[in-house]
């Protein structure tokens, strides 16, 4: 079955800065890559996926994240984040199984 | 569509309690989850269903736990006895086929005390 590993626990940033999240799987098969975000007390939401086809895939509110299966990654990245990017990032992937979750990465975005 | 809807949103009970969660998946998702969240595990896939059938329960933590989807537009999760440390929050998600994308509920926050 498939692992998921994400690298950053707690990633703070100012506004406007750059964000790379890193997500790296486990699995040598066809996948299905995810990223959710979760906004404090909220529910998971989908940001992204990739199933096939371009690498770079772009989400939702400025969000992007780039499938390398060479290095089994697919990082979120955005240029400039604001403060209501403030929230807990979880990449998922797909392979043999239902979706496993990686342990989640929390940005807090600061004035 | 209303989304995935979870019932109660918080729930706090005593350890020896029963207690049952609820999930409404969006109409017409035929595959329904559900997960625990902690601190310390993150997020774990409990059971799985397909057209109300159980697929995969091998993350059911122990006896305790029991999961049902009588039909497809509800399935409970139970929990008997209940002890402190299944406090957790409870998310149920559907998706319209076993392997595409799924949708979230709001979750239920369970405490026990």
């Known amino acids: 079955a498939q692992s998921v590993s994400q690298h950053n626990h707690h990633v703070i940033l100012s506004e406007a800065a750059s964000l790379e999240l890193g997500c790296n799987y486990s699995?040598?098969?066809?996948?299905?890559l995810f990223w959710y975000v979760q906004y404090p007390g909220q529910h998971l939401q989908l940001l992204l996926k990739?199933?096939?086809?371009?690498?770079l895939v772009k989400g939702i509110k400025g969000f992007e994240a780039e499938f390398i299966k060479s290095k089994f990654s697919f990082n979120l990245r955005k240029p400039s984040v604001q403060w209501s990017d403030t929230a807990e990032y979880f990449c998922?992937?797909?392979?043999?199984?239902?979706?496993?979750f990686g342990k989640g990465t929390r940005l807090s975005v600061i004035a | 569509d209303a989304g995935v809807i979870q019932s109660p949103r918080h729930e706090v009970t005593e350890m020896g309690q029963e207690v049952t969660l609820r999930c409404k998946p969006i109409s017409g998702h035929n595959s329904l989850f559900w997960y625990r969240q902690t601190m310390m595990r993150g997020l774990e896939l409990l059971i799985y269903f397909n057209n109300n059938v159980p697929i995969d329960d091998s993350g059911m933590p122990e006896d305790r736990f029991s999961a049902k989807m009588p039909n497809a537009s509800f399935s409970t999760l139970k929990i008997q006895p209940s002890e402190p440390r299944d406090s957790a929050v409870y998310f149920c998600?559907?998706?319209?086929?076993?392997?595409?994308?799924?949708?979230f509920g709001p979750g239920t926050r369970l405490l026990v005390l």
């Open positions: 998922a992937v797909e392979g043999n199984t239902p979706l496993v």
């Open positions: 998600a559907s998706s319209d086929r076993g392997e595409e994308t799924q949708y």
């Open positions: 699995y040598g098969g066809t996948v299905n």
């Open positions: 990739y199933f096939s086809g371009d690498p």
